[in-house]
């Protein structure tokens, strides 16, 4: 069974930094696009960030020039560095993969559990 594991989350200063990862395990043949989405009280989900297989990314415009996405195909493992954090960006973050399943090789959408991100003074 895939699985995808997300870490990294906590709380933060305005201005300051912190990196979420995302791991994904299980009967895995191939990882397709991966992204980034986010959640904050009373709102809905929005993308935060995707990155194909072969490494090409798009950001929402919230997030450009302060957040980098990147990703270990070796690892099967997804990152989300996030720099210069406002208060706006508190949130659950959770990752999302399309991945072809090693043993049904069926194509299907995974989610993580969420991981909270608070940035507060």
């Known amino acids: 069974q895939v699985q995808l594991v997300e870490s990294g989350g906590g709380s933060v200063q305005p201005g300051g930094s912190l990196r979420l990862s995302c791991a994904a395990s299980g009967s895995i043949f191939s990882i397709n696009d991966m992204g980034w989405y986010r959640q904050a009280p009373g709102k809905q989900r929005e993308l935060v960030a995707v990155?194909?297989?072969?490494?090409?990314?798009n950001y929402a415009d919230s997030v450009k020039g302060r957040f980098t996405i990147s990703r270990d195909n070796a690892k099967n493992t997804m990152y989300l560095q996030m720099n210069r954090l406002k208060p706006e960006d508190t949130a659950v973050y959770y990752c999302?993969?399309?991945?072809?399943?090693?043993?049904?090789?069926?194509?299907?959408?995974?989610w993580g559990q969420g991981t909270q991100v608070t940035v507060s003074s």
């Open positions: 990155i194909t297989s072969g490494g090409s990314k």
């Open positions: 999302n993969a399309a991945i072809l399943d090693g043993s049904s090789k069926f194509l299907d959408n995974y």
